[in-house]
Structure formats: structure tokens, C-alpha cells
């Protein structure tokens, strides 16, 4: 938000393409996504949400199009300068080390080009401190020496959370949060989301669980076929025919 209460654009693409062989996975998309506000990213499977998401992290190149934030271009940059430009991401099938513990995955989750530099900076900025901290704001500080193998699907999740918190972001991305998630931490999830919106962060969500998604957003992008066909506050993606047309085939 600026000072008048406008919107500034945080996320952006313009004609982002990306295809595998024949799959037309990103397609020219042309998106912004709102700073400061709740974004929501959603579609029917294989529209290209994922996809977008690893083009617009630097995890894959795009063919072509282009990708900005808060106005700086982050095309085709390596994950690592791209966090910290300040988006740090989640990934659909979480990503984390089955047998560190909890505590010493959030030590290496800090996003740097190796994990040996990973390693070696955990020692120095009260990193552990830190780690305990958000271990306990998204409550499981009290595993914090069990392996994250041992943990719930939805504890993963949680882990996975905050270790992108580690990093400081102010734009996190998550896809599909609550996907495998039993209820009780899917509205932990949702809770974490909306306390870390309002001291500031901007979110990017893909998430299936339109309960989710229609409660925590601000403002709805609808991929189908690798671009967005609409856009708009929950209540007016729920009633644009588009959108039925592309969920239902209708
Ligand atoms: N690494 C890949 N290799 C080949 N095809 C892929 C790859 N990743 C995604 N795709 C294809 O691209 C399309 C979009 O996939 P994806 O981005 O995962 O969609 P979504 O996240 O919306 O379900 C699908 O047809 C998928 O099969
Ligand atoms: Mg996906």
C-alpha cells in the first residue's frame, strides 16, 4: 500500500512462456500481483501454477516473457539472488531434510548457493535464536530435536513455513499449503498467514482448498492453460463464468 492507499505492484510477468517439448506449460502470462495484500493463485490441475511459480523463483529458466518485482527485473535470475530480492517460496511437495532434525533444518534452510555456505552462516547471526522463534510461532518448538521424518505431513508443512521465515521475506510464496493437511493445521496455516499479512508480508498462494482461499485472499488470479482468463476479489472470481467454464468445463 502507498501512503494514498493505493496499490503497488509487487510480483509481476509479462508474456512469461515456458514449454516442456509440446506442453505449453506457461503461456504468455501476464500477471501482477498485489504488495502487501493476500494473492491468490489458482486453476485447475496442470494449468501451469507450479510451473509459474519455478519460473518466477528462478528455479527454471522461461522460454521468454519477463518477470519483475517491485519493479526490478528478476528474469531468468538464480534462486538465490532472487531471495534476496526478498520472495522466499515453499514447494507443492515439501522440501525438506528427512533426517536432520527440526532444529538443524531450519538451520540450513537460510537460501544460499551451497549448503556448505549454509552451514558455515548458521554459526554466526544468532541463527539458533531465531530458529527457536518460529519454531514456537508456528507450534512445533517442542519437536524441535525430532527428525523431520517422524513428523505429520502437516507438521512438515509448518517446518517447511518456517524455514522460508528464516530468510526475512516480505513476499512468500506458498504452493498448495494445505494440500494433505489435516483440518485443525490447515486453520493454523491460515492463521499464520493472516498474522504475517497483517505485520506486513505479502503472500502468493496456490492452494486447491477454496474454503482457504476464498477466507484469506485479497485478490484472486485464475490460471487456466498457462495464463490468467480472470482476475478480482473472491467474490468476483466465484461468479465469473470464466472461471466455472474452466473448473467445470461448462
Ligand atoms: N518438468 C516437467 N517436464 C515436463 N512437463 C512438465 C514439467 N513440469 C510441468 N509439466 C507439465 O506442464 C503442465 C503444467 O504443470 P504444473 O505447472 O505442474 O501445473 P499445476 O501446478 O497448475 O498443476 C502440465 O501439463 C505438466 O504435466
Ligand atoms: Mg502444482
Do not use: W
Not at 506486513?200 to 477466507?215: K, Q
Amino acid at each position: 500500500m502507498t501512503a494514498n492507499g493505493e496499490d503497488t505492484i509487487g510480483l509481476a510477468t509479462v508474456g512469461l512462456t515456458k514449454s516442456f517439448g509440446g506442453v505449453h506449460a506457461v503461456d504468455g502470462a501476464s500477471v501482477a500481483f498485489h504488495h502487501g495484500k493476500v494473492n491468490a493463485l489458482i486453476g485447475p490441475n496442470g494449468s501451469g501454477k507450479t510451473t509459474f511459480f519455478n519460473c518466477v523463483t528462478g528455479m527454471i529458466k522461461p522460454d521468454a516473457g519477463s518477470a519483475s518485482y517491485r519493479g526490478r527485473d528478476i528474469t531468468g535470475k538464480a534462486p538465490h539472488r532472487i531471495a534476496r530480492a526478498g520472495i522466499g517460496r515453499s514447494f507443492q511437495l515439501c522440501r525438506i531434510f528427512p533426517r536432520m532434525t527440526v532444529l538443524e533444518n531450519m538451520l540450513v534452510s537460510v537460501h544460499s548457493p551451497t549448503l556448505f555456505a549454509r552451514l558455515a552462516s548458521a554459526r554466526h547471526h544468532g541463527d539458533m535464536e531465531r530458529a527457536r522463534e518460529l519454531l514456537a510461532r508456528v507450534g512445533i518448538d517442542h519437536l524441535e530435536n525430532t527428525e523431520a521424518r517422524d513428523l505429520s505431513y502437516g507438521q512438515q508443512k509448518l517446518l517447511e513455513l518456517a524455514g522460508v521465515l528464516m530468510a526475512d521475506p516480505e513476499t512468500i510464496m506458498l504452493d498448495e499449503p494445505a494440500g494433505g493437511v489435516n483440518p485443525a493445521l490447515i486453520d493454523r496455516i491460515g492463521s499464520l498467514v493472516r498474522s504475517l499479512n497483517a505485520e506486513g508480508r505479502t503472500f502468493l498462494i496456490v492452494e486447491h482448498n477454496m474454503d482457504m482461499v476464498m477466507s484469506l485472499s485479497d485478490h484472486v488470479v485464475v490460471f487456466d492453460r498457462g495464463r490468467p482468463i480472470a482476475e478480482g476479489t473472491p467474490d468476483e472470481v466465484q461468479n465469473d463464468p470464466r472461471v466455472l467454464e474452466a473448473y467445470l468445463g461448462v
